[in-house]
């Protein structure tokens, strides 16, 4: 199912095998999470541009099927564990968007109060438990969450999505032999877009794929997908889950796909090849998707229908975000410990 | 809409315009690039979020705009008109605009845990934490660590503060003479006479080195010389003095001595001098300027509701300044008859510690010693002194050019700012003056 | 009421809480089947099997973040750093991870969790298994931080910090595992954020953690036999949270501070104890606070270059002596 994957190529050929049918109401479900991402982070970079998002932010512009395909093949219980890169994946499992925008904005509305920012969007009611910023860390936290579902034996897997700089640091071995040895279930899905910050990962790594590359020294399977179509990730990661559900240990799956924007805001990405990023905008999951609804038979009515309804509810949030007030001073002080509060001292 | 300079990083704060990819007038699309712009980091295409008319650019290629400064001003479509000019918006620095400033010293006092009986010493007393509190700082200070060649303990500064021990009373028993806790525990109940002091003393080996043997006889320094040192030393440390000069035309006052005088109530009645006159005229200004007849207590000022006066007395070794009470209600006989008793008892060694305290200020006259104008210390916790020079008789400009002798009177004020600012001291002796050159002191 | 090493203290805190409570469980190198690389856990996996007392590879990252995310879901796990000083290759846990999770999330992930790491000189291990490092984490807000000296305080500060709703870093001392001390019977669960005064004075007060803390009270007993200086010991045990009203309320009361750390100079817990209480309590010090450390070098080996820079029971009482005495 491995794929060829250059630098140079921005289409790679989809790898969609025979897998899970993939029905209509799916399939609707999987378009509206990538418009929501799509949308929102287009509108998350206007508010940026508006000086309304303050700090940093990275986006996940054009790379909205990894985490459309993945939250579409979890269950309510399943775990998310995100990366700084974290918007998509915690959208995708459906944390209101107002909550994640006003958090970007540094809201009183926002999902953390503006206590921790864009890199670190955490929704525990959702599963979503936490964007980590330091590449690596999550990968053991996200074995430790596996570990306690394979402890308890609570049915649950956990889904850690990392980028393709992660692959040379040493959590990621670390973790993913510690997966492997304790058998957790626990779903790895790297987003390779690349590059790392600002250099290509090619250049940097000694293997080919970055992550599918290590699969077999941690005793796994080398899967590679074309991270651009959302139902070849959908079908990948499906599969992964119901091994990790049944107990059949830990996946490793290596998403191609593209970053549209910069690694974050202040990066205007120049060091891409001309025509690079025009050829993987050919290859656009929102569109990709689109056309394929439209050839199955979906009304482009009905598509249209999604669109106008994800693009009205953004609206109605930015508005409630620019309109909610900042937080109160008192969270300066509140849960540095458990008690709620700060005191180090008596 | 506005469209604004973009923060093009976490520690950038301003962008040049690069190039303008369009002109006023132009038509816009949403997501079209607008404008490029540079910063010492990087440089980036800045797109429109909005469809509309390019109707203003307020920052030209190669100019530089702060993040928020309104670059350009889009018409939108459907939208009635352009939006108004809009100040642009500040970014705060990082780390910045969030308060975190220290606070102000903790006002809650910790007098109550100071006041438990000294043998004892107080044991620490737990507060509530405060945000921008994780650790107290003391409510007050307790003096200077080195006073002349003495080195205190903090403990004993605090210890000597509480039990009213003067240091200058006492031998210090730690390290190189310092004075430390145990010292000032077993000066308590021996109250504050001045006693002789045999301190070693580096300081004073240091300075009679530096003169020839045989050329000085050496004084020792009694507690009275000490006591002076130590708390003028302290005034001139702690206290922000400053200082305001005035000449006061004494004819009339002069005169309305003169007449007392020569209507004695009985012949045995001692005659009014000077002085006696100005702590009367003292006294009645400091009451017509409240807010100066106040002292400076730390956290509090305490702003007195009568006017008592100190007054400055040579005696043998030294001076002292007992305070004539109310000075303001009493007749110049009873305080000409206050400050007759003082001097007696000051000669006698006989003022006692109540009669040395209260009051907001002090006169201190050398005008008998014809010194025509100085300036006095603050006696602490004193917030004024007044410096009373000699009366001479000065010619003076006349209002019509010519030249005529007026009896004069320079007075300096020494006012300690925390209490008395330049115009409130101004103020008190625009209202001596007053008083002085129109007497009507009963 | 039995006699205890400081080692079996720490399996019996352990197995106390493994006991009383399933979510507990325990990972770490060689600390199952082997029973631990100090013998501090030896017996555990018999008594509560392969799923709740687990060997790991030598990947302390993975044992720290594996904590955490159990520690985040629903468990609360014991996780053993074999070598406090191993705390460096895996320090991102401590420094960004749990440290900060709940604060960054506005209180939606906690992490009940408890390191346990063996610190401290006086095995002849060298520079890179000898130190004292408790203030590598003191600095960092949202972590607590535990060092017992003897073993009725290892097994109810242990089962404190297991119970504890906030991450706990808990230092036990290498030299301290052989000896031995009453240990009452039963359940025991002390209480974190609380100082214990060992021995009462009033002419000053000395400030220890762990191995310094019987070095102190033989310091201060022959202070007073040799000198006529009676000191106050204390033993600090929790430094994050920091029993300021123990410890101030002593210095209220003697008026001069000294602490024994073993760490290097530089940056050690005893310098926060002294600025706060130069800033507090200044009007209390009737003399200079004293430091008395390991100076700012790394360990050596050699028994008797260790031996020398460790603060010993000479050095405290002659410093102690010279200050009061000058």
Redesign the interface.
């Known amino acids: 199912m491995a794929v060829q994957h250059s630098r140079s190529d921005a289409s790679p050929a989809a790898s969609v095998t025979a897998g899970e049918k993939i029905d209509s109401q799916l399939a609707l479900r999987i378009y509206r999470l990538l418009v929501e991402i799509r949308e929102a982070e287009q509108r998350a970079y206007?508010l940026?541009?508006?000086?309304l998002v303050?700090?940093?932010s990275h986006l996940s512009l054009g790379q909205e099927a990894v985490a459309a395909g993945c939250a579409a093949a979890m269950r309510p219980g399943d775990?998310s564990?995100c990366t700084y890169r974290g918007h998509a994946h915690t959208l995708a499992r459906g944390v209101p968007v107002e909550k994640v925008l006003g958090e970007l904005m540094g809201r009183d509305n926002g999902?953390?109060?503006g206590?921790?920012g864009s890199m670190?969007l955490?929704?525990?009611e959702h599963g979503v438990?936490?964007s980590?910023a330091?590449i690596?860390?999550?990968?053991?936290?996200?074995?430790?969450?596996?570990?306690?579902?394979q402890?308890?034996g609570q049915g649950d897997v956990?889904a850690c999505f990392f980028g393709d700089g992660t692959t040379n640091i040493?959590?990621f071995h670390?973790?993913l032999?510690?997966a492997a040895?304790?058998k957790l279930p626990v779903v790895f899905v790297c987003e390779n877009n690349l590059y790392m910050e600002y250099t290509p990962i090619a250049d940097m790594t000694a293997v080919k794929d970055p992550a599918a590359g290590r699969a077999s020294a941690y005793g796994l399977e080398s899967i590679i997908v074309d991270g651009q179509d959302a139902d070849a990730v959908y079908r990948a990661a499906k599969k992964a889950f119901d091994k990790a559900r049944a107990g059949g240990g830990p996946s490793l799956i290596e998403c191609l796909t593209y970053r549209y924007s910069g690694h974050s805001?202040?990066?205007?990405a120049?060091y891409r090849p001309e025509g690079e990023l025009e050829r993987w905008k050919q290859r656009d999951p929102v569109k990709i998707y689109r056309v394929r609804l439209l050839d199955s038979g979906v009304a482009e009515s009905v598509i249209a229908q999604i669109e106008a309804d994800v693009k009205q509810k953004l609206d109605k949030a930015t508005e409630a975000c620019k309109a909610a007030g900042p937080p109160s001073?008192e969270?300066?002080?509140?849960?540095?410990?458990?008690d709620?509060g700060?005191?180090?001292?008596? | 809409m506005d469209v604004?300079m973009?923060?093009?990083?976490?520690t950038?704060d301003e962008g040049k315009v690069l190039i303008w990819y369009k002109k006023v007038g132009d038509k816009v699309e949403p997501g079209e690039n607008l404008f490029e712009i540079e910063t010492e980091?990087?440089?980036?295409?800045?797109?429109s979020?909005v469809g509309g008319v390019l109707t203003e650019i307020r920052v030209d290629v190669d100019e530089t705009a702060p993040?928020?400064a309104v670059v350009a001003v889009i018409a939108e479509e459907g939208a009635e008109t352009a939006t108004a000019p809009s100040a642009p918006?500040p970014?705060a620095a990082p780390g910045a605009g969030?308060?975190l400033k220290p606070d102000p010293q903790d006002a809650v006092g910790r007098a109550s845990a100071r006041q438990q009986p000294p043998v004892a010493p107080p044991t620490y007393v737990?507060r509530k934490?405060e945000?921008f509190k994780?650790v107290f700082t003391p409510e007050r200070n307790y003096g200077p660590a080195h006073v002349g060649d003495v080195q205190t303990t903090p403990y004993a500064r605090r210890l000597a503060s509480e039990l009213g021990v003067n240091l200058s009373t006492v031998r210090g028993s730690g390290p190189d003479g310092r004075i430390v806790g145990k010292d000032i525990e077993a000066q308590r109940g021996k109250g504050t006479q001045p006693q002789a002091t045999t301190r070693s003393s580096s300081g004073l080996e240091q300075i009679k080195a530096l003169y020839e043997p045989g050329t000085y006889e050496e004084q020792p320094v009694d507690g009275m010389r000490r006591a002076i040192a130590r708390r003028l030393t302290e005034s001139k440390q702690t206290i922000p003095h400053f200082y305001l000069t005035i000449d006061l035309d004494v004819d009339a006052l002069m005169a309305a001595r003169e007449q007392r005088n020569s209507a004695l109530p009985s012949p045995t009645t001692p005659k009014l001098s000077v002085n006696d006159m100005i702590i009367k005229a003292w006294a009645m200004a400091l009451r017509a300027v409240p807010r100066a007849n106040a002292v400076w207590a730390e956290d509090s000022i305490l702003q007195l509701n009568r006017a008592d006066i100190g007054v400055a007395i040579a005696v043998d070794g030294g001076l002292v300044t007992p305070v004539v009470r109310a000075a303001d209600t009493k007749s110049v006989w009873d305080i000409s008859r206050d400050v007759k008793d003082f001097a007696a008892r000051a000669r006698g060694k006989k003022l006692k510690a109540a009669d040395l305290q209260g009051g907001a200020s002090a006169i201190s006259n050398l005008g008998m010693f014809g010194v025509r104008e100085f300036s006095a210390i603050i006696n602490p916790p004193q917030s004024t002194v007044l410096a009373v020079g000699a009366v001479q008789r000065r010619p003076i400009e006349k209002a019509d050019g010519g030249v005529r002798f007026a009896t004069l009177m320079t007075v300096t004020l020494s006012c300690d700012h925390r209490v008395v600012d330049g115009a409130l001291g101004a103020e008190l002796l625009a209202a001596l003056r007053d008083i002085v050159q129109q007497p009507r002191l009963p | 009421m039995a006699e205890l090493t400081y080692r079996d203290a720490v399996a019996r805190g352990i197995a106390q809480e493994m006991s009383r409570d399933p979510d507990v469980?325990f990972l770490g190198e060689d600390v199952a089947k082997p029973g631990g690389a100090f013998k501090a856990s030896v017996g555990l996996l018999e008594q509560f099997g392969p799923?709740?007392v687990?060997d790991?590879?030598i990947?302390e990252?993975?044992?720290?973040?594996?904590?955490?995310?159990?520690?985040?879901?629903?468990?609360k796990?014991i996780a053993e750093i074999m070598f406090s000083d191993f705390l460096a290759v895996c320090f991102?846990?401590f420094a960004?991870?749990f440290s900060k999770?709940?604060?960054?999330?506005?209180?939606?992930?906690?992490c009940?969790l408890v390191v346990r790491t063996g610190n401290g000189a006086g095995s002849r291990f060298g520079a890179q298994h000898s130190q004292s490092v408790e203030n590598w984490v003191m600095m960092i807000?949202?972590l607590?931080v535990v060092a017992p000296s003897s073993p009725a305080d290892v097994v109810g500060l242990l089962a404190a910090a297991i119970r504890?709703?906030?991450p706990v870093v808990f230092f036990e001392h290498k030299s301290l595992y052989p000896t031995k001390g009453e240990v009452p019977d039963g359940e025991i669960v002390d209480k974190l954020?609380t100082a214990k005064i060992l021995r009462p004075g009033k002419d000053a007060t000395i400030l220890a953690l762990a191995y310094m803390v019987p070095r102190a009270v033989a310091a201060a007993d022959k202070l007073k036999q040799e000198h006529g200086i009676d000191c106050e010991v204390i033993d600090v045990r929790s430094l994050?949270?920091?029993?300021?009203?123990t410890i101030l309320g002593s210095l209220s009361r003697t008026h001069r501070m000294f602490t024994v750390e073993e760490n290097p100079r530089l940056c050690g817990w005893g310098a926060e104890l002294v600025s706060?209480a130069a800033e507090e309590l200044f009007y209390d010090l009737d003399g200079p606070p004293i430091r008395i450390t390991t100076p700012h070098i790394p360990l050596p080996s050699a028994a008797n270059l260790e031996d020398q820079v460790l603060p010993t029971v000479d050095r405290i009482v002659a410093t102690v002596h010279r200050s009061l005495n000058s």
Request: charged share 20%; net charge neutral; glycine share 12%.
């Open positions: 206007d940026f541009l508006q000086n303050k700090g940093t775990l564990f999902l953390m109060r206590k921790g670190h955490t929704s525990v438990m936490g980590y330091i690596g860390a999550h990968l053991p936290i996200a074995c430790g969450a596996a570990w306690r579902a402890y308890k956990t040493g959590a670390e973790a032999n510690f040895v304790w805001r202040a990066d205007p120049k001073d969270l300066i002080w509140t849960d540095v410990y458990a709620g700060w005191a180090w001292r008596n | 604004l973009p923060q093009l990083g976490e950038v980091k990087v440089s980036m295409e800045v797109p979020t993040v928020g918006q970014v969030v308060g737990a934490l945000p994780e | 469980v799923l709740r687990r790991t590879p990947s990252q993975a044992i720290l973040g594996a904590a955490m995310g159990a520690a985040m879901t629903g468990l796990p991102d846990y960004n991870e999770s709940r604060y960054m999330t506005n209180g939606q992930v906690k009940p807000p949202g607590k504890d709703p906030d954020g994050v949270p920091l029993d300021t009203q706060i």
